[in-house]
């Protein structure tokens, strides 16, 4: 009896496992759906944004669509399918480790909590956590907002590490979250918050599609300078492969100098805001170590 429980036991353990090992082959899974899923986020300029109803663009998205196209060649299969799906920072993960969508590039954030759920690539950018606010509030850094609403967006490392600077500085924050970047910059356009703490990338972008960018400004110090990575699923190295062979070929041959050239430093849909940015130290590093170390 003892026996033939234990070796039921092990019969649904391998029958997971078996599952498990399935899933995370993705390069299978194409295969045999003839279609791969990239997820897009639908405001966070300059990387994965919608600059019209249904129509995705941006820094990620170019990468994206690059792995797509090495899917298609590794698998011999020039019809495969690419199809979109709009994802939040709250169901990024959850829809990527259950199969809904294959590859996730956005705006990230490759840390030791998320590893342990998903893989991450070679990272592509590097930001901090800062503030945007109206020119009219008067807040130049966190301590003008003690005891103050502030928001950001739920489901980022951004509200965990504007709460924590909030506890170890006694600042009394009220935090306030918003479905998304949009939203959150709708509760300080609205005077429901005075400043929006978010990855300062995105704070700049999302400053140039307002109806009046001069309103605002980008402020405060940088907090916690953080990698973004494009996210597949965990064990599965092949994928991992080809994605890590798409973005460090790219960085290799000067192809992702130029994509960075086209979302950073030059016009953008949709009000062609230029964000004159030049590329920063961690990543022109990161270009020929190709890491993927993660922030902790």
């Known amino acids: 009896m003892k026996l033939s ?30 279609k791969i899923t990239l997820a897009y986020r639908e ?11 249904g129509v995705p663009v941006g820094f ?10 090495a899917v298609k060649k590794r698998l011999n299969n020039p019809a495969i399918k690419v199809d979109l799906q709009a994802v939040t920072s ?20 490759n840390n030791t ?24 509030s008067g807040v130049k850094n966190y301590a003008d907002l003690a005891r103050k609403k502030v928001a950001s967006t739920s489901g980022t490392t951004n509200a965990q590490v504007i709460r924590k600077y909030s506890r170890d500085n006694n600042l009394d924050l009220d935090i306030v979250l918003g479905k998304d970047h949009d939203d959150a ?13 978010m990855d300062d990338i995105l704070l700049f972008g999302l400053m140039g599609n307002q109806r009046n960018p001069g309103d605002w400004e980008v402020v405060g110090d940088s907090l916690q300078v953080e990698p973004y ?17 798409v973005i460090g070929g790219m960085m290799k041959s000067g192809e992702f100098d130029k994509l960075y ?19 920063g130290r961690e990543l022109r590093e990161n270009l020929v170590a190709q890491s993927d170390k993660p922030a902790l």
């Not at 990620?60 to 196209?69: G, L, M, P, Q, T």
């Not at 709250?90 to 954030?109: A, F, K, V, W, Y």
């Not at 494009?230 to 890590?244: G, S, T, Y």
Request: proline share 6%; hydrophobic share 45%.
């Open 261 to 279: 050239s086209k979302w950073f430093m030059s016009p953008v849909p949709p009000r062609n805001q230029n964000l004159n940015l030049p590329m």
């Open 229 to 245: 990575a494009c996210m597949l699923r965990k064990d599965d190295p092949q994928f991992q492969a080809l994605v890590n062979g």
């Open 113 to 136: 909590a998320r590893a342990k759920d998903v893989q991450f690539a070679i990272n592509h950018f590097y930001t901090g956590t800062r503030l945007l606010t109206k020119k009219t």
């Open 185 to 197: 910059v709708l509760l300080v356009d609205s005077g429901r918050a005075e400043a929006f703490a």
């Open 5 to 34: 429980v234990v070796t039921s036991a092990a019969i649904v353990v391998a029958g997971l496992w078996a599952t498990t090992v399935a899933q995370a082959d993705t390069l299978k899974k194409i295969a045999d759906t003839g």
């Open 90 to 109: 709250q169901n990024r993960i959850p829809l990527l480790t259950n199969g809904t969508i294959d590859l996730e590039c956005g705006s990230t954030t």
């Open 43 to 53: 405001s966070s300029v300059p990387f994965s944004y919608l600059a019209g109803p």
């Open 60 to 69: 990620s998205v170019d990468i994206s669509n690059a792995v797509a196209d």
